[in-house]
């Protein structure tokens, strides 16, 4: 059982990767479609993305623990916490300055199977940069030096809650087919125009959550007496 510290960030990063722009938009558009079969598409595309990030994940962690075995001592170094603090500080700042300016929505060509496994493909390649949530949660469960069998549960579950969000719009959809269409139309409206702005307040929480993480490592009596002398 990963300590409540580690748990507590990632979990709360785990539902901020919820609010994805890019997946809740490409959901919508393929449950308005008005395809006669859209669960083996859709699920072919959520599919790809949760193991696109999952492998991305572990390489990752793998890679950040390969180096934290090589540097002795790196997790519990000051300076790592420092890097946090900076880089959160970073992330938050430029929260508030970024642009964001309206994009033209991706979407699919057709539902095929093999195209949404290449659109999940490609959200994975083209976003993978801009996961901050996700490479946020990395971070401190590389830092926290979590042995695999805690890290390799916890990135799939975090991947399982980043799916969720359209696994029950797929299931309202089932539910209750038209009347909820009208809504689903209003939520894509809503998601196309904002986009930009969501991922600005999604950087701007991943900074905020690797800042606070990086204080409680270095200790914020630390901080005071480095802001003091």
Known sequence: MPPLEVLLP???LALLDTLSPATLGVTLFVLLSGARSIARPLFAYLGTVALFYF???CALMLGLNAALDRLSGLSDNPATGWAMVILGGGLFAYSWVMPTKKRAPRRPASLRTTTMIGLGLATGLLEAGTAFPYLGA???MGTAGLAAHTWVPMLAAYNLVMVLPPVLLYLGHRLFGERLRPRLDRWREKIDSGSREALAWIIGIV???LLINGLGQVGFTDVLDSLLN
Do not use: M, N
């Open 10 to 12: 990632v979990a709360g």
């Open 55 to 57: 492998t991305l994940g």
């Open 138 to 140: 990395i971070g401190i």
């Open 207 to 209: 900074g905020f959550f």
